[in-house]
């Protein structure tokens, strides 16, 4: 894939977000039962504070690449908030010294709510919003407006709330259909990456972002890549569509794992024992036959970091 873009930014995105209406105790430790690895989570026991336990494992995927990966598990999901917080805020400060600039990636469902320390005190006013910019690992192919587009959630529950400038919010067309909204951001993507505000991974060609923050669904599924759909197999395509989600709505549009896999960090963020399964199935011992989406989340150069509370890690 070129790393780089000569065309115009196409009319429909130079608008990209209209205004909407307003709408103390040491950590405990156990290792990963069997795991060839040995891995050891660390789970917060109590408090606010985290400490970060760095591992180099391999992901249980087919490629079976080497991954670096920080996992943290917590006692509970207002622990996990917390330390959410913190680590985008200091990924925040870090690239906005170093390249002027922070671009973000968000997903849908319960993440939104994960975000929330980000909007009290002390990082609404600490954080440099004025350096963030704002897109989506998927979206739902619905008007930023309906009750299923991850705009809209976003918006609520963060992006209203925060001083990031309008033009620095990357959402989809909704006017157009599922296949050419894909093409469109894209383009989009592609246009950034020419005048230097989305970056290029060295190792793969594709854009780097500086944070992924990526949800999992109970199925193990992440963005809009479901388990045993084709779409998990797409190794070109930056942007892509969906017109069968076997979870509705059934049009969206969503980063493929090559953008995914290239990003500097992502942030794995799973709460509730709804969750268990698939963390089992990628954090334990590797023993299930099928290989779930969540499984290929696996950074090229990047750091992968898992925010779980105990629930979700009850099956470790």
């Known amino acids: 894939m070129a790393s780089s873009f000569t065309g115009s930014l196409s009319a429909s995105l130079r608008t990209l977000s209209p205004r909407l209406p307003s709408p103390s105790q040491p950590p405990t430790s156990y290792t990963l039962p069997n795991h060839p690895n040995k891995r050891r989570i660390y789970l917060i026991a109590a408090g606010n504070r985290s400490t970060l336990f760095r591992s180099k494992t391999k992901a249980s995927t087919a490629a ?3 991954t670096a990966q920080n996992v943290q598990v917590f006692d509970s999901e207002e622990a996990l908030s917390m330390s959410l917080a913190k680590y985008i805020a200091d990924l925040s400060e870090k690239f906005a010294k170093q390249k002027d600039s922070f671009t973000v990636v968000l997903s849908g469902g319960s993440l939104i709510k ?10 609404v006013d600490s954080v440099i ?6 897109f989506w690992a998927d979206e739902r192919v619905v008007p930023k407006n309906h009750p299923d ?9 963060f992006l209203s709330k925060v001083p990031i400038p309008s033009g620095n919010v990357y959402a989809i067309n909704d006017a157009l259909s599922a296949e050419a909204a894909a093409d469109d951001y894209e383009t989009c993507v592609k246009h950034l990456v020419h005048n230097g505000i989305v970056s290029v991974s060295e190792v793969s060609g594709f854009p780097k972002f500086d944070l992924m923050l990526l949800g999992m669904g109970p199925d193990g599924h992440v963005a809009s890549l479901f388990p045993g759909h084709p779409l998990v197999q797409e190794k070109t395509k930056w942007a892509s569509f969906i017109k069968d989600s076997p979870k509705p709505p059934p049009e969206r549009i969503t980063f493929t794992f090559p953008v995914i896999n290239s990003s500097a960090n992502i942030a794995l963020v799973a709460a509730g024992a709804g969750k268990a399964d698939p963390v089992r199935a990628t ?4 023993e299930d036959s099928e290989v779930l989406p969540v499984q290929m989340v696996s950074p090229d150069e990047g750091m992968l970091t898992w925010f779980l509370d105990k629930d979700a890690a009850s099956k470790l």
């Open 149 to 157: 587009s991850n705009y809209l959630l976003a918006y609520d529950g």
């Open 114 to 123: 994960s975000l929330r320390k980000l909007v009290e005190a002390p990082y």
């Open 283 to 286: 954090l334990g011992n590797g």
């Open 64 to 66: 079976n690449m080497a």
């Open 129 to 134: 919003w004025s350096k963030w910019h704002v």
